[in-house]
């Protein structure tokens, strides 16, 4: 069966400092892979996605993530945070098949210090 | 992209009351949406798929009886939850997009039920 595994609930940077957020997965091929972002009071919003080719991802607000097939992981990463990105966010896979079914993971809370 | 709204935003209700969700694509015509449910600290789960026209698809697990899904519009899906109870308590989103795994999912707001 198709997981998401973030293994950071909590993290805190300060402003400016460079973030990576972990994502792993479990899935039988090739998945669809997204980061979501959740502002409170906000909708989630689609922050990037991998689906195939280029493994390095570019996404808006200056994130990207980079899949690797060995790790099963993708990971977000953000060379230098504001302090507007805190906020939750959320790794998720999609199943292939024509059926769009997200998987999300437990979410991982980022926390920004001036 | 694509609005998503929700209403109402937060509701409390009493245990045994019956409460609905409104789901509105407000500038795209979905034949799907998908309502998730998410609680506190926890993820998003899935609860089923709403199609336009025709009986909504349920995950396994949720009780179709108790969260009843009408899609009578390509614009609006919405989610009862009948006969309330306390663990109902929760935050649920829908969502409006393409049906397939590439398609790009718009997210509501996001509705806080509460039950007393």
């Known amino acids: 069966a198709q997981s998401v595994t973030q293994p950071d609930i909590h993290i805190t940077v300060s402003e400016g400092a460079s973030l990576e957020l972990r994502c792993n997965y479990s899935?039988?091929?090739?998945?669809?892979l997204f980061w979501y972002v959740q502002s409170p009071g906000q909708g989630l919003q689609l922050l990037l996605k991998y689906f195939s080719g280029d493994t390095l991802v570019q996404g808006i607000k200056g994130f990207e993530a980079e899949f690797k097939r060995s790790q099963s992981s993708f990971n977000l990463r953000k060379p230098s945070v504001h302090w507007s990105d805190a906020a939750e966010y959320f790794c998720?896979?999609?199943?292939?098949?024509?059926?769009?079914?997200?998987?999300f993971g437990a979410g991982t809370r980022l926390a920004v210090h001036p | 992209g694509a609005v998503v709204s929700q209403h109402p935003s937060r509701v409390i209700c009493k245990s045994g009351t019956s409460v609905k969700i409104e789901c509105r694509s407000l500038?795209?015509?979905?034949?799907?949406m998908f309502w998730y449910r998410q609680f506190p600290k926890k993820s998003l789960m899935l609860m089923a798929t709403?199609?336009?026209?025709?009986?909504?698809?349920?995950e396994q697990g949720v009780e179709k009886d108790k969260f009843l899904i009408n899609h009578a519009s390509l614009t609006l899906s919405t989610l009862t939850v009948t006969s309330a109870h306390p663990e109902d308590s929760s935050f649920y989103i829908c969502?409006?997009?393409?049906?397939?795994?590439?398609?790009?999912?718009?997210f509501g707001p996001g509705t806080r039920l509460t039950v007393l």
């Open positions: 998720a896979v999609g199943a292939h098949g024509g059926y769009n079914k997200l998987i």
């Open positions: 969502t409006s997009g393409g049906k397939l795994s590439t398609d790009t999912q718009y």
């Open positions: 500038d795209f015509q979905a034949t799907t």
């Open positions: 899935y039988g091929a090739t998945p669809y």
């Open positions: 709403s199609n336009e026209g025709s009986k909504a698809t349920y």
